[in-house]
């Protein structure tokens, strides 16, 4: 069992939102706040130096480039960028954007994980570093609404086979999970497993299993429920009831 504590860094102009990122974690023995940023260069800087196994980043940062302000931070291409170079690395959104299109793009690019500034964080944060650094997605009750709220059934839906919606219901009930695991669980051989992914992908227009999984979410092709607490509880198919 790995005991070691989750590493992680946070980057926002705002030293209020900084230091209330470090009040939520101040309890926390299991988790350690490894560096700071404010401007968005620091961000590949300060992954590449502790390698953390979760960033907290706000989206709406001025960077410098050449030494030259810019109006924004661009946000999204860099985040490419760190997922290609630091796969293992989750991300968390710590944003008062609450832009349905804004958050989209940001699970497109890998995002595990999205809150709001006004959330109380010493209820939300430290619940979001765990989900994501597991494996899981995590967003605050206000995102889960305004991504799920008219989550329905596609009428006539042959968007995915049944095969294809038990393997991301799987993976997203089983965060934790390699596709090793998974795939003897669900008695089919990981290079299977890897096949049907590949295709549900293709068909519907995702990079990543996490874009993968809200994709379905959104479109009712897999169940699930959002507790009280704004966590997402999944169901079962039809054909496992």
């Given at each position: 069992m790995n005991n070691e504590p989750i590493t992680i860094i946070t980057i926002d102009d705002h030293?209020?939102?900084?230091?209330?990122?470090?009040?939520?974690?101040?309890?926390?023995?299991?988790?350690?706040?490894?560096?700071?940023?404010?401007?968005?260069?620091?961000?590949?800087t300060l992954v590449e130096q502790h390698q953390p196994d979760v960033v907290i980043l706000d989206l709406g940062m001025p960077q410098f480039v050449d030494g030259q302000r810019q109006e924004r931070f661009a946000a999204l291409p860099t985040l490419v960028t760190l997922n290609e170079s630091f796969p293992k690395t989750a991300v968390i959104i710590?944003?008062?954007?609450a832009m349905k299109s804004v958050i989209q793009e940001a699970i497109e690019v890998g995002v595990k994980g999205y809150l709001l500034k006004s959330d109380n964080l010493s209820l939300n944060l430290t619940?979001?570093?765990?989900?994501?650094?597991?494996?899981?997605?995590?967003?605050?009750?206000?995102?889960?609404?305004?991504?799920?709220?008219?989550?329905?059934?596609?009428?006539?839906?042959?968007?995915?086979?049944?095969?294809?919606?038990?393997?991301?219901?799987?993976?997203?009930?089983?965060?934790?999970?390699?596709?090793?695991?998974?795939a003897n669980d669900l008695h089919i051989s990981e290079s299977t497993l890897k096949g049907h992914l590949h295709n549900a992908f293709r068909a519907l227009d995702v990079t990543n299993i996490t874009a993968c999984i809200i994709h379905c979410m959104q479109q009712g092709l897999i169940p699930f429920a959002i507790n009280e607490h704004g966590q997402i509880e999944f169901g079962a198919l039809e054909s496992e009831v």
């Amino acid at each position: 069992m790995n005991n070691e504590p989750i590493t992680i860094i946070t980057i926002d102009d705002h030293p209020l939102i900084r230091e209330a990122v470090r009040s939520s974690l101040a309890s926390r023995n299991d988790m350690k706040l490894v560096g700071e940023g404010w401007v968005g260069e620091h961000l590949l800087t300060l992954v590449e130096q502790h390698q953390p196994d979760v960033v907290i980043l706000d989206l709406g940062m001025p960077q410098f480039v050449d030494g030259q302000r810019q109006e924004r931070f661009a946000a999204l291409p860099t985040l490419v960028t760190l997922n290609e170079s630091f796969p293992k690395t989750a991300v968390i959104i710590l944003s008062q954007y609450a832009m349905k299109s804004v958050i989209q793009e940001a699970i497109e690019v890998g995002v595990k994980g999205y809150l709001l500034k006004s959330d109380n964080l010493s209820l939300n944060l430290t619940g979001a570093i765990e989900a994501v650094h597991h494996g899981g997605v995590y967003f605050s009750q206000e995102i889960s609404q305004l991504l799920f709220q008219q989550a329905t059934p596609v009428a006539g839906d042959n968007l995915l086979t049944g095969r294809q919606k038990e393997i991301i219901l799987a993976i997203a009930r089983n965060p934790n999970a390699s596709y090793t695991q998974i795939a003897n669980d669900l008695h089919i051989s990981e290079s299977t497993l890897k096949g049907h992914l590949h295709n549900a992908f293709r068909a519907l227009d995702v990079t990543n299993i996490t874009a993968c999984i809200i994709h379905c979410m959104q479109q009712g092709l897999i169940p699930f429920a959002i507790n009280e607490h704004g966590q997402i509880e999944f169901g079962a198919l039809e054909s496992e009831v």
